[in-house]
């Protein structure tokens, strides 16, 4: 079946078609290791954070197989009808010959999965006697007795391992001859079963899980060993996030994400995963960016709903409500209580910051803080419709250059939006002061 993979994958790769689907970020990095331990015939060890893809690269991996194969009828390994491995397949074959019964097995029957826990046994991953078929009269030394396992039972297929560190070294003992002889023993059973399985694992790197280890003979018969990482851009983060987030359903308003609230949502991600105060060994998982952004965006239908808007739009207002989406799926080192908080807040500011010196010429804002000088004062919050914002930009006419050339569009909703990123951006570059009271939020020179 690695052979098949081959074959398979290199089709793949004359025709332009990438070896897995709808993983992003990892074409020059992650893809080519990949695509080498595939036509290496290599068993494949994948170390990597959370969030980092893992177990989706390893189930796209049965595209690779032939969509159909033929198995001898009833058996329980997936026999090859021309070179069974099984009594039962030997004695098929042995009793009937080529009018020996055939099914053809999908390729989506071809990969079994176990995530690794500490009560995983021997039975479970190899195979166990089974005492029924003993009680039905069946002597011990008959291999029918045998019932096989999840490796076993994936023969000409892949077996995938998640989180293998967390297998008992026992347990991993047992693997050794899979990989290594293509073999399994079965309680002390005079059976040689040659497996014909491409074994798969995932693993957090060494250095974080406490869990447990892999043994090093183990580790040595993996032909390849894969490092996933995280997206290492903006444009990757928000590419992913088009990608998986759940779109909203019926909610009665139109729904519209600009691009720079997007990027402020992918720039949390990217910034928490630079800072001292999160957790680098824990990761900061792309759910992570795909969680927030579905938050903002319900923050957005709910304000709208409330005022009776027909476009919900998310504003720099509604970055509020990524506390409840951010503090479960960060590990904060902090060292008082309610510090977490604040070290979220300061990311999403840095966030927002960002965002605007990238998104806004400061050319275009110069007059807008020279009328601020002359006294205006500007409120903002989740509290004001669309409708307020509009009356913004009617008080203060240099706020309109900036604030179009943000929204793209005539649309209250979107310049609502960009009114509060400018107003913010100013605050956070220290060019206008902000009084905040709970959601509510006030404008003001700093002279």
């Known amino acids: 079946m690695k052979k098949e993979m081959r074959r398979n994958l290199l089709a ?11 993983v992003l970020g990892y074409e020059d990095t992650v893809l080519p290791a990949i695509e080498q331990a595939v036509i290496a015939g290599h068993d494949i060890i994948f170390l990597g954070e959370r969030g980092q893809a893992k177990s989706r690269i390893i189930r796209s991996l049965v595209g690779l197989l032939d969509e ?11 026999d090859d009808p021309y070179a069974p491995v099984s009594r039962h397949g030997r004695d098929l074959v042995a009793e009937k010959g080529d009018e020996a019964p055939v099914t053809w097995v999908h390729r989506s029957q071809r990969y079994g999965e176990k995530l690794a826990t ?59 001859d899979v ?19 491409m074994l798969v694992a995932s693993a957090n790197p060494e250095d ?3 869990r447990g280890r892999i043994i090093t003979p183990l580790k040595d018969r993996f032909g390849t060993r894969v490092r996933t990482h995280y997206p290492l851009d903006v ?21 519209e994400v600009p691009s720079f609230m997007a990027e402020i949502v992918a720039r949390v991600s990217q910034l928490a995963r630079r800072s001292p105060r999160v957790s680098q060994h824990s990761g900061v998982s792309v759910r992570l960016s795909v969680a927030n952004y579905e938050t903002v965006t319900a923050a ?7 005022h009776k808007e027909e476009e919900a739009v998310p504003r720099v207002s509604d970055l509020e409500s990524l506390l409840s989406s951010t503090l479960g799926k960060l ?31 400061p050319e275009q804002l110069g007059q807008v803080v020279g009328a601020f000088e002359d006294g205006k004062v500007v409120h903002a919050g989740p509290d004001l419709s669309s409708a307020d914002y509009v009356a913004v930009l009617e008080a203060v006419p240099s706020l309109r250059q900036p604030v179009m050339a943000l929204a793209g569009s005539e649309s209250p909703a979107a310049m609502a939006s960009a009114v509060e990123l400018v107003l913010e951006g100013l605050h956070l570059s220290k060019r206008l002061n902000k009084d905040a009271a709970g959601p509510r939020a006030t404008y003001r020179t700093r002279s």
Not at 12 to 22: D, H, K, S, T
Not at 68 to 78: D, K, M, R
Not at 131 to 147: C, F, M, N, Q, W
Not at 235 to 240: D, F, P, S, V, Y
């Open 68 to 78: 159909w194969v033929p198995t001898l009828a009833g058996s329980e390994i997936n």
């Open 208 to 210: 974080y899980t406490n």
């Open 179 to 197: 990989l290594e002889e293509r073999d399994v023993q079965i309680r002390g059973h005079k059976v040689r079963l040659p497996l014909d399985v």
């Open 300 to 306: 957005a239908v709910r304000r709208a709903v409330r």
């Open 118 to 176: 500490p009560d995983t046994s021997i039975a479970d991953v190899i195979g166990e006697v089974d005492p029924i078929k003993v009680a039905e009269g069946r002597y011990l030394s008959d291999e029918l007795t045998i019932h096989y396992g999840l490796v076993p039972r994936t023969n000409r297929g892949i077996f995938a391992i998640n989180e293998l560190p967390d297998l008992a070294e026992r347990i991993q003992v047992g693997l050794l």
């Open 12 to 22: 793949r790769l004359a025709e332009g078609r990438p070896v897995v689907e709808g």
């Open 235 to 255: 444009e990757t983060e928000l590419a992913i996030i088009a990608q998986e987030a759940e779109p909203l359903g019926d909610v009665g308003v139109r729904v």
């Open 331 to 361: 590990e904060i080192e902090s060292l008082e209580e309610g510090e977490d908080e604040e070290i979220v807040e300061r990311i999403v500011k840095a966030a927002v910051l960002q965002t605007f010196r990238e998104d806004c010429p």
